[in-house]
């Protein structure tokens, strides 16, 4: 089981997108230099997301993306969907990808954990992930790695 850099990738940046919206939309470049993503890479991730009406993206100078809807209503697996990109552990998770699913000891098992990890991905807001990055930048254990994250904002803004 492995979860593409497509799918990490977006995650990363949409909990980023969430975390700076507070003023308004946020760029893709900035999120991309935050995350360390290929800006041109994220600009087609953010393609997808928009055309999957997961984002809006507005033009102009002080242009970006801002979420389509609040980010309590926007599932992690609906923000998969939008990308395309179904979590799949292999061939064993469907009858028909399996050749051995009617006498396979284990099919039922790797169903149930797909099941589960499914509705792990539909109960999991954008909100959720979020939230637990402003946790997580709260909690930096040091004055200095907090000044090292601030630093790295003005010099985006160029201050």
């Not at 935050?34 to 809006?56: D, S």
């Not at 999991?124 to 630093?151: G, M, V």
Request: charged content about 25%.
């Amino acid at each position: 089981m492995k979860l593409s850099t497509t799918a990490r990738y977006s995650l990363r940046a949409m909990s980023d997108l969430c975390v700076h919206l507070h003023s308004g939309p946020v760029s893709a470049s900035d999120i991309a230099y935050r995350q360390n993503i290929p800006v041109n890479y994220l600009e087609q991730l953010f393609g997808k997301l928009r055309r999957g009406g997961i984002l809006e993206s507005v033009r102009g100078a002080q242009g970006g993306y801002l979420l389509a809807r609040p980010a309590n209503e926007i599932t992690i697996a609906e923000i998969l969907q939008a990308l395309d990109e179904p979590f799949i552990f292999g061939s064993c998770q469907t009858e028909k990808g399996c050749e051995n699913a009617v006498t396979c000891p284990t099919f039922n098992l790797w169903r149930r954990v797909k099941g589960s990890v499914d509705e792990i991905l539909r109960t999991t807001t954008l909100e959720d992930i979020a939230d637990e990055k402003i946790s997580l930048l709260e909690n930096l254990s040091t004055d200095s790695e907090r000044q090292e994250i601030r630093n790295k904002a003005l010099k985006l803004k160029g201050e």
